[in-house]
């Protein structure tokens, strides 16, 4: 069965989103926990997730996935920058202990005044300081387009990076197709090359979650910019035989659009939809 969903505002409780992904015919959905670019946690009320749910359940709604801030910098040697990001994820994985089936995404963070080889042990020592044997929630890294001094640019630094972690059985990476197309990971012309490359660098069983994203830019471009889906550089073609390849069973797939309305992602959801061979 094909997990696919977009990404979705939380500003009325989880209710509200999940309601609005069913409306556009999706059966996941992806959230920020809080202002992408900082800010305290949104709240919501026990009425409202014990409604959701619920709801979810009846919908067959799965594996939401929860996104970190932007501002959240794991990687960074800057004790206050740490300190709000190690409190984020601490709050974020409590509240999401109560939301079974939702993944926790992160971006690795940048190594702004340090060496890519100690921000990538400065993110891991992060995660450390807030990853529990017993916890259910996965926490995601996402792939990074290798703009200016971001890590997690490659399959190798994002390996890197979950081998220092001590529990890494709670560790995944979601692969975001116009992150790994900007950092020059040919997806469109050399796929099955790519997914060995992820294989070798980290195993498919770590590829959790793709964000399935067009380009405004060529590959190789250092630049992360989305385009409608079918209108960027990577083409919709190429992004569905990525939505259908073997190895790629059970992933589910969320879209980030620019400037969207839930016409927008309704009507890419269904292209993606029946494209869909169930192989």
């Not at 017993?134 to 200016?148: K, W």
């Not at 569905?240 to 890419?268: C, Q, R, S, W």
């Amino acid at each position: 069965m094909l997990t696919i969903g977009c990404h979705l505002s939380r500003r009325k409780g989880f209710l509200e989103m999940a309601e609005e992904a069913v409306s556009v015919k999706a059966n996941t959905f992806q959230y920020f926990t809080r202002n992408p670019r900082g800010g305290a946690q949104a709240q919501e009320s026990e009425k409202d997730l014990a409604a959701y749910q619920a709801f979810a359940a009846q919908h067959g709604i799965t594996t939401a996935l929860a996104y970190a801030p932007y501002s959240a910098d794991p990687a960074t040697d800057h004790q206050a920058t740490r300190d709000f990001a190690i409190m984020v994820y601490t709050e974020d994985l409590a509240r999401l202990e109560q939301l079974p089936g939702h993944n926790y995404l992160i971006r690795p963070g940048s190594a702004l005044e340090e060496t890519p080889g100690a921000a990538m042990a400065q993110c891991a020592a992060a995660l450390n300081e807030v990853i529990t044997p017993q916890q259910s929630t996965r926490v995601l890294l996402d792939t990074m387009a290798g703009e200016g001094t971001q890590i997690g640019r490659s399959f190798q630094q994002l390996a890197q990076i979950i081998g220092q972690v001590k529990h890494p059985d709670h560790m995944g990476v979601c692969l975001d197709t116009a992150a790994v197309w900007a950092e020059g990971y040919d997806i469109a012309g050399h796929l099955d090359d790519v997914l060995q490359q992820f294989d070798k660098a980290l195993g498919l069983d770590k590829l959790l979650a793709v964000h399935l994203n067009d380009s405004k830019y060529p590959c190789g471009s250092h630049v992360d910019r989305h385009a409608r889906i079918g209108e960027g550089a990577i083409g919709f073609n190429a992004l569905a035989a990525l939505m259908n390849h073997p190895k790629l069973a059970g992933v589910p797939f969320y879209l980030e659009e620019p400037d969207y309305t839930l016409v927008i992602y309704e009507h890419d959801i269904a292209r993606f939809q029946a494209a869909y061979t169930g192989k």
